[in-house]
């Protein structure tokens, strides 16, 4: 079986602050990793994915994530966030390719002017 | 191309009816998904259809079932509702086994 912790249930910054969401995961075989975000009274809107090759994967909307097979963690990374950030964010695993996403409880950002 | 489009955007019910959702997933999809995200957490994985069966199913009860139709269109229906079905219902389509899968904009459901 899989489960995904995201480490911050809320985590407040300033505009034009970097920011780092953290995501670990446990799983006995190799998943595929993403990261969704969902704005208020929306759906889930893909950021980022990792299938295979380089761990270092860049994203819509400025985000990027590392996937760190060692420390079994995806963390999420922007430079510079903005006031529009603000949303909740999801880790999601899955061990097939189309298969069901298992999701983390979420992290909700909060930029502040 | 509308993406994936769900019906109705809210509804309230009472205790003990019975509810159906409707999905319609992005043109040139053929694989539905149906979640169930409860206030403050991450969504839930209740089933998966393609080719008109049920493919996956996660650690739901027998109330919650399914149909998907030859169009690809799917429905998911809870029957004898509780008060702990209240949640924002999520369909995902996708392209057969691309792992890319799209959200609709969910449906939420209020059992009073």
């Known amino acids: 079986a899989q489960s995904v912790t995201q480490l911050d249930s809320q985590v407040p910054v300033f505009e034009e602050a970097p920011v780092e969401l953290r995501c670990n995961y446990s799983s006995s075989v190799s998943v595929y990793l993403f990261w969704y975000v969902q704005y208020p009274n929306q759906g889930l809107q893909l950021l980022l994915k990792?299938?295979?090759?380089?761990?270092l994967v860049k994203g819509i909307n400025g985000f990027e994530a590392e996937f760190n097979k060692s420390q079994t963690s995806f963390h999420l990374r922007k430079p510079s966030v903005h006031i529009s950030d603000t949303a909740e964010y999801f880790c999601?695993?899955?061990?097939?390719?189309?298969?069901?996403?298992?999701f983390g409880q979420g992290t909700e950002l909060s930029v502040k002017p | 191309d509308a993406g994936v489009t769900q019906s109705p955007t809210h509804l309230i019910k009472t205790r003990g009816q019975q509810v159906t959702l409707r999905c319609s997933p992005k043109?040139?999809?053929?694989?539905v998904s149906w979640y169930q995200q409860a206030l403050g957490q991450g969504p839930q994985f209740i089933f998966q259809y393609y080719e008109e069966e049920e493919r996956q199913r996660g650690n739901f009860p027998d109330r919650f079932s399914g149909h998907q139709f030859p169009n690809y269109s799917s429905e998911l229906n809870v029957n004898a509702l509780l008060l702990g079905d209240s949640a924002l219902y999520l369909c995902?389509?996708?392209?057969?086994?691309?792992?890319?899968?799209?959200f609709g904009q969910g449906t939420r459901l209020t059992v009073v």
């Open positions: 043109s040139g999809h053929d694989t």
């Open positions: 995902a389509s996708s392209e057969g086994t691309n792992t890319e899968a799209f």
């Open positions: 999601a695993v899955t061990p097939n390719q189309g298969g069901k996403l298992i």
């Open positions: 990792y299938l295979s090759g380089s761990t």
